[in-house]
T-cell receptor, first 118, second 116 residues
C-alpha cells in the first residue's frame, strides 16, 4: 500500500504570494490533517479534514485554508505569504470512523513540503 | 489547554545500551491517548508506540516501552538495546478522546544520538 504523498517537496516563494500544497492520503483513509513544523514553534496543528469537511482547526490566521476532495486528497493554501510562514508542512492521514474508537488510530505522515518564503 | 513538555532537547546513548526519554503533559481530562513519534533525518514521522489513558498497563512494542504515570501526568519512553537506526527526533504527543478529532499536541522533541 502506498504511503502518504505530498507535492511539491520543496517550494520557494516571495512575500505576498500565495501557495497551494497537495496531500494524497493512504488508500482508504478519509481523514487528513495538516501540521506546520518550525524550529521555533515545533509541530503545530493546522486543520483536519474528513469527508470533505473541515472538522477542526488550529490557532492559525485565516490566510491558512484547506479543502478535501471526494477522493480524500487534500490541499492547503496559504495566501499573502509572510517570512514566518517558512516551515515544513506535514500532512497525515488516518482511518477515521465515528465515535471515540478512531481517536487512537495511528496517523501516517507524509515526507512534508519544505516552504521557503523570501 | 493541553500542553506537552519534553525537557530534554538532546540525549545520547551508546549502542546496545538503554535510554529513557521524558515527557510530561498537562490536562484536566481523563480520557485521552498519548503517543511517541519518531522523525528520522529523512523527515517522515512514524509512530513508535501509543498508550490509552484508561489502560493501566504500560504499552510495549519490541524494544520500546513506556512508563505511564497518569497521576503524575508523565509518559516516558524507554528504548532498550539501542541501535544506530534509533537515532532521530522523538516527539511526545497528546490527543484528547473527548472531541473525536485529530488535534494532536506535540512536545518540542528530543534529539537522540546513538554512538557506535
Amino acid at each position: 500500500k502506498a504511503g502518504v504523498t505530498q507535492t511539491p517537496r520543496y517550494l520557494i516563494k516571495t512575500r505576498g504570494q500565495q501557495v497551494t500544497l497537495s496531500c494524497s492520503p493512504i488508500s482508504g483513509h478519509r481523514s487528513v490533517s495538516w501540521y506546520q513544523q518550525t524550529p521555533g514553534q515545533g509541530l503545530q496543528f493546522l486543520f483536519e479534514y474528513f469527508s470533505e469537511t473541515q472538522r477542526n482547526k488550529g490557532n492559525f490566521p485565516g490566510r491558512f485554508s484547506g479543502r478535501q476532495f471526494s477522493n480524500s486528497r487534500s490541499e492547503m493554501n496559504v495566501s499573502t505569504l509572510e517570512l514566518g510562514d517558512s516551515a515544513l508542512y506535514l500532512c497525515a492521514s488516518s482511518f477515521r470512523a465515528s465515535g471515540r474508537a478512531s481517536v487512537g488510530n495511528e496517523q501516517f505522515f507524509g515526507p512534508g513540503t519544505r516552504l521557503t518564503v523570501l | 489547554a493541553q500542553t506537552v513538555t519534553q525537557s530534554q532537547p538532546e540525549m545520547s546513548v551508546q549502542e546496545a545500551e538503554t535510554v529513557t526519554l521524558s515527557c510530561t503533559y498537562d490536562t484536566s481530562e481523563s480520557d485521552y491517548y498519548l503517543f511517541w513519534y519518531k522523525q528520522p533525518p529523512s523527515r517522515q514521522m512514524i509512530l513508535v508506540i501509543r498508550q490509552e489513558a484508561y489502560k493501566q498497563q504500560n504499552a510495549t512494542e519490541n524494544r520500546f516501552s513506556v512508563n505511564f504515570q497518569k497521576a503524575a501526568k508523565s509518559f516516558s519512553l524507554k528504548i532498550s538495546d539501542s541501535q544506530l537506526g534509533d537515532a532521530a527526533m522523538y516527539f511526545c504527543a497528546y490527543r484528547s478522546a473527548r472531541y473525536n478529532n485529530n488535534d494532536m499536541r506535540f512536545g518540542a522533541g528530543t534529539r537522540l544520538t546513538v554512538k557506535p
